[in-house]
């Protein structure tokens, strides 16, 4: 249930007190509450409105009213995109920002997690990593993969018609296609899988709070804004927390658990003391752990919108009446259509060359142009898109103070190019799908590429193109980066350096975004969590 001011006295206590219900967060919050011995508070920001604009994943093309639902963070402007600034939606909500994303599934390569244990997380490996995968999925006719889980995933129901001739044009020029592309282990393309069932989301709260909505021992407080972390003698006991102005303590007799996200959790922790020294005191705030790497390596998948004119009919028209009116019978009567849509029709991983080691392009596609703000979807041109991303970009942003009042949103550097390899490999992307685009049988329903509209043997147009339209893919993450490392947030164990009883688990703590969506690999750190809280000895405080 879902507790009101009045039904959480200042001082009550708890076993463990997880800050945010989103991928992670309740995740953590089920599976500690498995344990009838142990009680758990678990605190959002947002509120707990079961929407049918998320419930139905086309649905969310109709949200005007964010600020409802959503973070709306105001970037910095970026220097290595022409001094652009983006607002950066993150969930706020039960369900965090897995009730409000592209409703995609995707695991990434092995060798992203082989990557993140090369770099000093110990215990992160695939082979450690893809039991709690197979945990958390419920995957029929998918075989090799996890079949009981809560995480209903399932392949995309209604590809558009030209999907499979995309799949073809890209398996002529190397890139396999397969069945299940989250049992790729190299270059690959195929359908999206989503989270799903019945052609409704599946997002973090309705997979893990739903069915433990009714256990005594989860307590769930919702619009609640945390001011900090309380600590007393280096340990982490409580939280300062306000709900409508009126303001509580909550204390924790185990362990404090941060799910806020790559943005919340590395901005909870410097409003708690937790951060580089010297931005804190210039901010005002007594320094309780000098960990330099709060808030730093920042980065996320640059991604742009290559378009096409196409025969076929495509979304672009998906709010005249007639197409809305076919979307929702086709929905009611089936469960298909573009209702069921995700944010893309395909995954692929590529080679930006064929002397790259490992794929280090990440692919999307759909049918629709540049997605933002819905404006593709006013068009009577039948657009189709071809989406080149970085599996693992070099370029780093940054989250600082703006200021001690936890109701300021902290500074965001994207920093989204500012490595110039992010671009070259960019220019190679956009020119290898243009490749398939131009291989048949794709290139038979293609009539036109729309943007862009040059030549693209031109480096330095196209370096321009780039630079001005690369956005984000909504993936932050590494802001408390875990490893081994005295320099990490957080050591391998999750633990936060410098106190005790301190927990960081989101994707703030992952070192390098692995090659696809950050969902799946959310609700692994969620599931490997609640594990590593419930070992003999976790709370010894980490230097």
Same mark, same amino acid.
């Given at each position: 249930?879902?507790?009101?001011?009045?039904?959480?006295?200042?001082?009550?206590?708890?076993?463990?007190?997880?800050?945010?219900?989103?991928?992670?967060?309740?995740?953590?919050?089920?599976?500690?509450?498995?344990?009838?011995?142990?009680?758990?508070?678990?605190? *959002?920001?947002?509120?707990?409105?079961?929407?049918?604009?998320?419930?139905?994943?086309? =649905?969310?093309?109709?949200?005007?009213?964010?600020?409802?639902?959503?973070?709306?963070?105001?970037?910095?402007?970026?220097?290595?995109?022409?001094?652009?600034?983006?607002?950066?939606?993150?969930?706020?909500?039960?369900?965090?920002?897995?009730?409000?994303?592209?409703?995609?599934?995707?695991?990434?390569?092995?060798?992203?997690?082989?990557?993140?244990a090369e770099m000093g997380a110990?215990?992160?490996?695939?082979?450690?990593?893809?039991?709690?995968?197979?945990?958390?999925?419920?995957?029929?006719?998918?075989?090799?993969?996890?079949?009981?889980?809560?995480?209903?995933? *399932?392949?995309?129901?209604?590809?558009?018609?030209?999907?499979?001739?995309?799949?073809?044009?890209?398996?002529?020029?190397?890139?396999?296609?397969?069945?299940?592309?989250?049992?790729?282990?190299?270059?690959?393309?195929?359908?999206?899988?989503?989270?799903?069932?019945?052609?409704?989301?599946? !997002?973090?709260?309705?997979?893990?709070?739903?069915?433990?909505?009714? @256990?005594?021992?989860?307590?769930?407080?919702?619009?609640?804004?945390?001011?900090?972390?309380?600590?007393?003698? =280096?340990?982490?006991?409580?939280?300062?927390?306000?709900?409508?102005?009126?303001?509580?303590?909550?204390?924790?007799?185990?362990?404090?658990?941060?799910?806020?996200?790559?943005?919340?959790?590395?901005?909870?922790?410097?409003?708690?003391?937790?951060?580089?020294?010297?931005?804190?005191?210039?901010?005002?705030?007594?320094?309780?752990?000098?960990?330099?790497?709060?808030?730093?390596?920042?980065?996320?998948?640059?991604?742009?919108?290559?378009?096409?004119?196409?025969?076929?009919?495509?979304?672009?028209?998906?709010?005249?009446?007639?197409?809305?009116?076919?979307?929702?019978l086709q929905f009611a009567l089936?469960?298909?259509?573009?209702?069921?849509?995700?944010?893309?029709?395909?995954?692929?991983?590529?080679?930006?060359?064929? *002397?790259?080691?490992?794929?280090?392009?990440?692919?999307?596609?759909?049918?629709?142009?540049?997605?933002?703000?819905?404006?593709?979807?006013?068009?009577?041109?039948?657009?189709?898109?071809?989406?080149?991303?970085?599996?693992?970009?070099?370029?780093? $942003?940054?989250?600082?103070?703006?200021?001690?009042?936890?109701?300021?949103?902290?500074?965001?550097?994207?920093?989204?190019?500012? !490595?110039?390899?992010?671009?070259?490999r960019l220019m190679r992307g956009?020119?290898?799908?243009?490749?398939?685009?131009?291989?048949?049988?794709?290139?038979?329903?293609?009539?036109?590429?729309?943007?862009?509209?040059?030549?693209?043997?031109? !480096?330095?147009?196209?370096?321009?193109?780039?630079? *001005?339209?690369?956005?984000?893919?909504?993936?932050?993450? $590494?802001?408390?980066?875990?490893?081994?490392?005295?320099?990490?947030?957080?050591?391998?164990?999750?633990?936060?350096?410098?106190?005790?009883?301190?927990?960081?688990?989101?994707?703030?703590?992952?070192?390098?975004?692995?090659?696809?969506?950050?969902?799946?690999?959310?609700?692994?750190?969620?599931?490997?969590?609640?594990?590593?809280? @419930?070992?003999?000895?976790?709370?010894?405080?980490?230097?």
């Amino acid at each position: 249930m879902t507790f009101t001011v009045e039904a959480l006295p200042s001082g009550d206590e708890y076993d463990y007190i997880i800050v945010g219900a989103g991928s992670a967060g309740c995740v953590i919050a089920s599976r500690l509450t498995e344990d009838p011995k142990v009680s758990v508070l678990l605190i *959002e920001s947002g509120g707990s409105e079961r929407n049918w604009k998320f419930r139905i994943p086309g =649905g969310q093309s109709f949200v005007k009213d964010w600020g409802r639902y959503a973070w709306l963070y105001r970037t910095e402007s970026d220097p290595s995109r022409n001094d652009r600034t983006e607002t950066w939606r993150r969930g706020r909500i039960l369900g965090g920002s897995s009730s409000i994303n592209g409703v995609i599934y995707a695991i990434g390569l092995p060798r992203d997690f082989d990557l993140w244990a090369e770099m000093g997380a110990s215990g992160w490996s695939w082979r450690d990593v893809e039991p709690f995968f197979r945990r958390a999925e419920r995957c029929p006719g998918l075989q090799g993969r996890g079949q009981s889980g809560p995480v209903h995933v *399932e392949i995309l129901r209604s590809p558009h018609r030209s999907t499979e001739d995309l799949i073809a044009s890209a398996n002529a020029v190397g890139i396999q296609a397969v069945k299940d592309i989250n049992l790729a282990n190299s270059d690959a393309i195929g359908i999206a899988q989503t989270n799903q069932l019945s052609g409704l989301r599946q !997002d973090s709260a309705t997979a893990y709070l739903r069915p433990a909505w009714r @256990r005594r021992n989860l307590r769930i407080l919702t619009h609640a804004r945390v001011a900090r972390v309380i600590f007393d003698q =280096g340990q982490a006991s409580g939280l300062q927390l306000s709900v409508h102005d009126k303001h509580f303590a909550v204390k924790a007799r185990r362990e404090i658990v941060l799910s806020a996200g790559a943005i919340g959790s590395p901005h909870l922790l410097m409003l708690s003391g937790i951060g580089p020294a010297q931005q804190l005191q210039a901010h005002g705030i007594a320094v309780v752990a000098d960990s330099l790497s709060v808030g730093s390596n920042l980065h996320d998948h640059p991604e742009l919108y290559i378009e096409y004119e196409v025969k076929d009919r495509t979304y672009s028209s998906a709010m005249q009446w007639h197409q809305l009116a076919l979307s929702g019978l086709q929905f009611a009567l089936a469960r298909r259509g573009q209702a069921t849509s995700c944010a893309s029709h395909i995954l692929a991983y590529a080679r930006s060359r064929p *002397e790259e080691q490992a794929p280090d392009l990440l692919l999307f596609s759909g049918p629709w142009g540049y997605l933002e703000d819905n404006f593709t979807f006013q068009s009577r041109v039948n657009t189709y898109s071809l989406s080149p991303s970085l599996c693992h970009p070099r370029s780093r $942003g940054r989250i600082a103070l703006r200021s001690p009042d936890p109701r300021e949103a902290p500074v965001i550097d994207p920093n989204l190019l500012g !490595d110039h390899d992010d671009v070259i490999r960019l220019m190679r992307g956009v020119r290898l799908v243009d490749r398939i685009a131009q291989t048949r049988p794709f290139s038979d329903r293609v009539m036109r590429r729309l943007s862009p509209d040059f030549d693209l043997s031109d !480096d330095s147009s196209l370096e321009a193109y780039i630079r *001005e339209n690369a956005s984000i893919c909504y993936h932050a993450c $590494g802001t408390c980066r875990m490893g081994d490392d005295p320099s990490s947030v957080v050591d391998s164990r999750l633990r936060v350096r410098g106190v005790g009883h301190l927990t960081v688990a989101d994707a703030s703590v992952i070192p390098l975004v692995t090659s696809g969506n950050l969902h799946a690999p959310t609700v692994m750190i969620g599931e490997r969590a609640a594990e590593l809280l @419930r070992e003999p000895g976790r709370f010894t405080p980490i230097r």
